[in-house]
């Protein structure tokens, strides 16, 4: 395509990508919508049927292909739809974390919310709250920086496409 | 960049579906630009735009382009999925192609009616249609399971919406299974005096229903009884209920109290719950005459029998060879399988006791309006006498309204009848003591069928009413007048003026709250509870009894403060729609199970521990998983945790997931 960059076009703007259960967070962020509340543009819903479903690769796939930040939506304990689907999740992201951190990754750039359906406000706030926090910590930009590294991490990825050149024209 | 193993010949025809929703999107998102973008997308055939897709000109257009462009992948970037998946589906499938080479993006609850800047919702939409179109591009086909539907429908709460619903399904020729905590059903209707706006009386139109109930051979009635546990999915609901002893065979009691005659206690002592404690019972009672079941309960916290062992069981003489009386009784537990449920859970009275200065439990001439019912109740404990505590006639009431209502402090919400019963409440204290009635009201709210007239009728009948709220009740006398009376202190917000009322009898207008373990009943059946605490419907125009669990429904006050014609419409709504699901006998489940791709299974059983329906075993012979198909709920949680990768799911396929993610970010 043309290859333009993603996000708004002055000044950098962190980019979120977000998985949200479908039963909770994901109705949640519909009820943020039929209620008009407002938050910024930065994040990316991606709708799974259970935080459970994320698998970590899913986090650094999203780091390596350019996000700044991630945002794992899930029930509030004891309210998953599976159960028990978002303890999985909340295991899956402290060990992650762990390994983020040795990637240089910060932690303020993953988070894991519990979010019902009845929270519309809470999608809107946390959103709010992860771009503000990701806009300070400032540009991830693991593409770029990726050459650098010892490519073990990303080796797993499916689809070997990966523009950088595109990702690194930010 | 698209899978290589892609089904038809001449690679990806993907069309892209763009709605305005009328001023919706359109009113954010530059739709041309977004559809002219989509149009250039590899791999994107035909891109348009239309005002309201899910029309049927709309659905049209995607079936007429999948014959006249030979589309094999539809994206559709409209509303959310979980409000027109289906719609979009059906269009696809009605043009011959598998309902599942469908994505839809939701660029309105997720996008226009979030962000107010045109530009970057533009952008947005663009990312996240980009993305759907290179998700698309690895959906495969595939076939909906099938499954049956048990044919019996569970009902929760005995009151005029349960009753409703249950004999709704029951006359339709349905079992239905009714589970009421309390030793009778009736529920809150069964207190009332008379109902508004018409003025006849509760017990003559509930009376019949709950005799009815009793009396069908399609109900199953537990009373004293509470649901436990709830185990499968729609169609196919196991079902745990515990009943609780009531020390009485059910089976073998005929109703002829003698043995609450014959109780050593000669005088009634126990507050009675019926009544609010406002009248007494003797430790072995009926809850109030007209119960249904008629049948006595014995409570063993007062019980002599129970507490020392040594009574002289008169009781159980006075039963005679009946037998009825079981002391050894114990609680015990039924399994049942449902189709569906419908939760009729009933709401609780705000506790006026939480407003001190309105003196609830202070002053013992301040009610509540339950309380007050139960005064005017004819087989109430004053045998519908309006009487202060100490037996005189109260000569001035004051009624205040939206006690716990309307109330920042409280609940911000109207809890809808409340003006209502007051202005009732207010024509028979009138009507049964003469005396003067004042109401104080926020505003008087009476939006439905011939309530308004209702309002009108008071007025003329000289019933008082003052706007303003109630700043506080008190015994502080200013003057003689107000001696021995309780003074009511207001701002007239029409007269411009504080004032004080002293009246003998304080009305409180107690708002509805949800029930007090709401929250446990929302976890049990695995539904959502708004922020305030009601059960929260599907959708709060388009499926108002459903719920986000398929099979579960909802009537009455549980879903929302109502009223008796409302909770009743519901529950006749709420009975159809269970009856529409297990009249058809079956139904399609979502494909989105997981499977094992045994070549690459490990047989490592990661996965068996992960999964909460025990769908997953390893199959002794090739020592790998194999997951059952029909017992797979499709969380994905084990297709996250396999470390071999074998482990995929329909509709949710790693590699759909990765082109999401890469679509979401890196402009093609």
Known sequence: MEGEPVGPRHGWEPTIVAFFCNWCTYTAADLAGTSRLKYPPNARIIRVMCSGRVDPQFVVEAFAQGADGVLIGGCHPGDCHYTEGNYKALRRVILLRRMLRQLGIEDGRLRLEWISASEGEKVARVIREMVQAVRELGPLDLPGRRAGWDAEVLREAPTPTAPVAAADGR | ?668
């Not at chain 2, 690895?138 to 009902?155: A, I, Q």
């Not at chain 2, 005088?267 to 719950?273: K, Q, Y």
């Not at chain 2, 005189?392 to 809890?415: K, L, Q």
């Not at chain 2, 997951?627 to 995929?648: F, H, Q, Y």
Request: with cysteine; proline share 6%; charged share 25%.
């Open chain 2, 1 to 668: 960049m698209w899978p290589e193993a892609y089904p038809t010949d001449g690679g990806p025809r993907v069309g892209v579906y763009v709605c305005h929703c009328g001023t919706n999107i359109a009113g954010v998102v530059d739709i041309r630009r977004l559809t002219d973008y989509a149009a250039r997308l590899p791999g994107v055939v035909v891109a348009r735009d239309y005002k309201y897709m899910c029309s049927d000109p709309g659905q049209e257009l995607i079936k007429k382009d999948i014959e006249e462009h030979r589309l094999n992948r539809v994206v559709v970037a409209a509303c959310s999925p979980l409000l027109h998946e289906h719609t979009f589906r059906a269009a696809t499938a009605a043009g011959g192609l598998n309902p599942f080479y469908v994505q839809m993006v939701s660029v309105r609850e997720l996008d226009s009616w979030v962000h107010d800047d045109p530009g970057a919702a533009t952008r947005k939409a663009q990312d996240l249609v980009r993305a759907a179109v290179q998700r698309v591009m690895f959906h495969e086909p595939l076939e909906r399971r099938r499954v049956p539907v048990h044919p019996n429908v569970l009902v929760v709460g005995g009151g005029i919406a349960g009753i409703h619903a249950a004999l709704t399904l029951a006359n339709a020729g349905r079992h239905v299974y009714l589970v009421e905590r309390e030793p009778t059903i009736g529920g809150h209707m069964a207190k009332f005096d008379k109902t508004f706006p018409t003025l006849d009386c509760a017990a003559c139109i509930l009376t019949p229903k709950m005799t009815a109930v009793r009396a069908h051979p399609n109900i199953t009635l537990w009373t004293y009884a509470e649901v436990e546990k709830v185990d499968g999915f729609v169609g196919n609901y196991t079902v745990t209920v515990k009943r609780r002893p009531r020390y009485v065979d059910e089976d073998l009691c005929v109703g002829c109290l003698e043995c609450i005659q014959a109780c050593v206690y000669k005088e009634a002592r126990v507050p009675d719950e019926f009544n609010l404690g406002l009248g007494r019972r003797k430790p072995i009672y009926i809850p109030f005459p007209q119960a249904v079941p008629q049948v006595v309960v014995i409570d063993p916290e007062t019980c002599i029998e129970f507490k020392s062992g040594r009574c002289k069981k008169t009781c159980v003489e006075a039963c005679g060879d009946r037998g009825a009386i079981n002391l050894k009784q114990t609680e015990t537990t039924e399994q049942i399988e449902v189709g569906a449920i419908i939760l009729a859970t009933g709401f609780k009275t705000f506790d006026a006791r939480r407003i001190p200065y309105y003196g609830y439990g202070t002053y013992p001439n301040v009610y509540t309006a339950l309380e007050v019912e139960r005064l005017i109740n004819a087989s109430g404990p004053t045998g519908g006498q309006v009487v202060l505590r100490d037996g005189r006639e109260p000569e001035r009431v004051g009624i205040i309204h939206c006690v716990g209502s309307r109330d920042t402090n409280y609940n911000v919400y109207c809890s809808r009848v409340c003006c209502m019963y007051s202005i009732k409440l207010a024509h028979l204290i009138r009507e049964r003591t003469g005396a003067e009635v004042y109401n104080f009201y926020i505003d008087i709210r009476t939006p439905g069928k011939g309530f308004e007239e209702f309002y009108n009728r008071a007025l003329e009948e000289g019933i008082r009413f003052v706007r303003g709220k109630v700043g506080q009740v008190s015994d502080w006398a200013q003057t003689p007048e107000e001696q021995g009376k309780l003074v009511i202190q207001v701002e007239d917000t029409l007269a411009g003026m504080v004032r004080r009322i002293p009246v003998d009898m304080v009305v409180l207008s107690v708002g509805l709250e949800p029930q007090a373990d709401a929250e446990e009943v929302r976890r049990l059946f695995n539904i959502s509870c708004s922020t305030e605490g009601w059960f929260l419907e599907r959708h709060p125009k388009l499926a108002p009894v459903s719920t986000f669990t398929d099979g579960i429904f909802l009537a009455g006050a549980c879903q929302g403060p109502k009223d008796i014609p409302d909770a009743v419409a519901q529950a006749g709504a709420a009975a159809a729609e269970a009856l529409a699901l297990i009249d058809a006998g079956s139904i399609e489940l979502e494909p989105n199970t997981a499977y094992v791709v045994e070549d690459d299974c490990s047989g490592c059983k990661t996965c068996i521990p992960l999964c909460p329906y025990n769908a997953i075993t390893v199959v002794a012979e090739t020592a790998k998983a194999q997951i059952t198909e029909a017992l797979c709920k499709g969380c994905g949680v084990c297709v996250a945790a396999c470390p071999s990768g074998s482990i995929r799911q329909h509709l949710f396929e790693d590699e759909q997931i990765f082109a999401e993610i890469q679509g979401v970010l890196v402009a093609s």
